[in-house]
């Protein structure tokens, strides 16, 4: 694409197709996707190729084909750009394959990496990894940790960190209830939020609202004193929660950049979170309280500290708001990031 056709694009002429999930799926990769469909781009256009939706089977194979498809279909690479959403495991394969597809067919694309466990599939499947991010013309990561890792397979000037972020979200009041969003699962820790709140002996004055697929339904007992387990729920039923909630909490053991910590971010709700992935990147500063994974007594102590004290939880949100206005909020990145899919094109 010449610099003299760019100058003469203007409005929504271009269009940035996103490879991946949408919609009501479960997980921050969808909920990204979701932001971006939401948002008024000035010069971009958003449409989705849905690869997969949290099916397994036949459903899912048929889905991979209409996005085989859909790929095959696109036309004018001056004007259409690729953007394909991949963590590790089978996602990387499958939508890998979508990637090398699109670029072979003369299209700018993008690997934009999610997965919590990249960096580790990277450095065992270098034979799988490698192809893909060298058949991409930009690859965006989530944090220097993911970085460092494609850096070992393409020049690091074709690698961008560009940060996950939501929409600013309108004041709403707050009432003393703790939200946990994300599958119920080891992985994002709920046995040590279930224990931490044992230890607290909750008196009733607070509640614990536990939303998001039950991956295992034994971690959270029947008989959690003054506490709630929601299940599943549609995102903005999530949201609705958070807008309330004075607290977040989300004590993984392992994540990438969750949007569930963004979106308490822009909702003045006060982040409680492991120090793992790249969330002490978020909370760093004091824009969140970060705790060692696995560790019950310190969730306890985050917790009972945040509860007791209205002045340690308004100095958090404070923090918390200048961090996010900056860094994480829709209108202070996504002016960047069509810069890069608009360089990604010209180039």
Known sequence: MTGDRSSTILGHDL??????RRGEVAGGMTQVVNAYTAWDFESFDIRVIPSRDGSRGLRAYLLFLRAV??????????????????SQGGSFVREGYLLRLASRRGFATIAHLHGSSFVDYANATPERVGPVLHAASRVFVLSEA???????????ERIEIVPNAVASAPAAEKHPRIVFGGKVSTRKGVDVLVDAWRALEPDGTWHLEIAGPVAEPELVPGDLPHATVFGSLPHAELLALLDSAAVA????????????????MARDACVIATDVGGIPAVLGDG???????????????ALASVMTSEPTRRRVVERAQRTFAEHYSASALYPRLERLWRDALDR
């Open 287 to 301: 824009a969140g309280i970060l705790v060692p994974a696995g560790d019950v007594e310190a969730l306890r102590r």
């Open 249 to 264: 909490v989300l004590p993984s053991r392992d994540e990438a950049m969750p949007m569930f910590i963004l979106e308490a």
């Open 146 to 156: 993911t970085r460092a890792a494609v850096a070992g397979f393409i020049p690091e």
């Open 69 to 86: 498809v859909a790929v095959r279909r696109l036309r004018d690479p001056e004007r259409n750009l690729v953007v394909v959403h991949l």
């Open 15 to 20: 269009v940035a197709w996103h490879v991946g």
